[in-house]
């Protein structure tokens, strides 16, 4: 039998063509891995992100896309800014600044209003012709010009009380004011006999306190409201106040009763 031929190959094809053992493929730990360690002692985790991200500011602010997605802008100072966590908040402060202007807008008109219907007023009460006529107008300009349920008017111990005037006896208006008090405003039990039979019907109330002629005679003027969150403690009386003195002065045209 004739001898085969052998060929001898070099021993680095050799080493190239020979079958090699399978190793799994182990991925690198990522040093933004809270859990990973650096070897060097360096930052991990959110850090090692904080040191990237620092290392590549100028990329980063160049990047309008991924700002966009992040939900950030630069800002002209080349600052990043919290977008819209920003527009939020100035968002909200319009809101609350916005909110405040139309309340005090809607103090000032009611202001307004209030002092252009105690001016009308002030002219009504000057043009009465009698005590009963004084009398008849107040309750007329609380119910018509103020949306009011009832005005009136009272004095201390008359001989002949004018018609539509309520008699009190004397150091009564002490007990529905309290003493030396010149304006109570609010719930007022005190004051139910100044209205009548409309008393039931008053929740809350504006009550000055008078001084007529010489001598001088107590009194007192009221306005009642049904609404019992009308007139407050809390309520500036000024308005009330100005039309009490404009009574007293036209009052004085006639002789006390």
């Known amino acids: 039998m004739s001898e085969q031929p052998r060929f001898n190959l070099p ?70 800014d919290f977008g819209p966590i920003a527009l939020s908040r100035v968002n909200e402060a319009h809101r609350r600044e916005s909110g405040e202007r139309r309340r005090l807008e809607a103090v000032a008109r009611a ?8 001016h009308a007023a002030v002219i009504d009460l000057l043009e009465a012709q009698s005590l009963t006529d004084l009398a008849r107008r107040i309750d007329e300009l609380a119910r018509v010009r103020f949306g009011l349920a009832a005005g009136a008017i009272a004095v201390e111990d008359p001989e002949t009380p004018p018609s539509g005037w309520v008699a009190l006896v004397e150091g009564q208006v002490d007990l529905i004011l309290g003493s030396h008090k010149l304006a109570r405003l609010g719930h007022c039990p005190t004051a139910a006999g100044l209205f009548g039979n409309l008393a039931p019907d008053i929740g809350s109330a504006a009550l000055l306190r008078l001084s007529m002629w010489s001598p001088s005679r107590q009194g007192v003027i009221a306005f009642g409201a049904a609404d019992p969150a009308a007139f407050s403690a809390e309520m500036g009386a000024e308005l009330v106040t100005f039309l009490a003195r404009v009574v007293e002065r036209t009052a004085e045209r006639w002789a006390a009763p």
């Not at 891995?33 to 100028?58: K, Y």
């Not at 209003?113 to 105690?118: F, L, M, R």
Request: charged residues 25%.
């Open 111 to 118: 202001n307004y209003a209030a002092q252009a219907q105690t």
């Open 11 to 80: 021993q680095g094809l050799i080493a190239a063509l020979s079958p090699r053992p399978w190793k799994a493929r182990v991925p690198k730990p990522s040093l933004l891995d809270p859990a990973v360690t650096p070897d060097d002692g360096g930052p991990r985790g959110d850090d090692a992100l904080r040191a990237v991200l620092l290392e590549r500011a100028a990329w980063l602010r160049q990047d309008a896309a991924l700002l966009a997605e992040l939900g950030l802008r630069p800002d002209v100072a080349n600052m990043v």
